[in-house]
Nanobody
Framework: QVQLVESGGGLVQAGGSLRLSCAAS????????MGWYRQAPGKQRELVAI???????NYADSVKGRFTISRDNAKNTVYLQMASLKPEDTAVYYC???????????????WGQGTQVTVSS
C-alpha cells in the first residue's frame, strides 16, 4: 500500500509564505512524477507544480516566480515553498504521485488527503 501524507497548510496573510511537504511511503519501486495540485471551492482541480521525468518541472503560470517545488529523493518527499501568497491561492492542496510499486508493474496515480491553505486579504 502507498500513502502520500501532506503537511504544512494553514492560514496566512496576503504576502506571506508557507511550505508544504508531502512524503510518500509504502511499497515504492520508482516515482515517475510527483507534485502538487490544488482545488478552490467551486473550481476544478488544477496543477500547481510538478516534477516530471528526470528533473523537469512544470509550474502553473499563476504561481511562476512565487512558488518553488523541490524534493528529497532519498525520502520520497516533495516540498512546495509558497511565497508572496495571494487570496486567490486559497485552496485545498493535494499531493500527487505517478509511481511504480514494483519492477514488474503496479504503476498508478496516487493522491494525498489534501491540506488547506487559506490566504487572508
Amino acid at each position: 500500500q502507498v500513502q502520500l501524507v501532506e503537511s504544512g497548510g494553514g492560514l496566512v496573510q496576503a504576502g506571506g509564505s508557507l511550505r508544504l511537504s508531502c512524503a510518500a511511503s509504502g511499497s515504492i519501486y520508482s516515482i515517475n512524477a510527483m507534485g502538487w495540485y490544488r482545488q478552490a471551492p467551486g473550481k476544478q482541480r488544477e496543477l500547481v507544480a510538478i516534477f516530471t521525468s528526470g528533473d523537469s518541472t512544470n509550474y502553473a503560470d499563476s504561481v511562476k516566480g512565487r512558488f518553488t517545488i523541490s524534493r528529497d529523493n532519498a525520502k520520497n518527499t516533495v516540498y512546495l515553498q509558497m511565497a508572496s501568497l495571494k487570496p486567490e491561492d486559497t485552496a485545498v492542496y493535494y499531493c500527487y504521485a505517478d509511481l511504480r510499486r514494483s519492477i514488474w508493474g503496479g504503476r498508478g496515480d496516487y493522491w494525498g488527503q489534501g491540506t488547506q491553505v487559506t490566504v487572508s486579504s
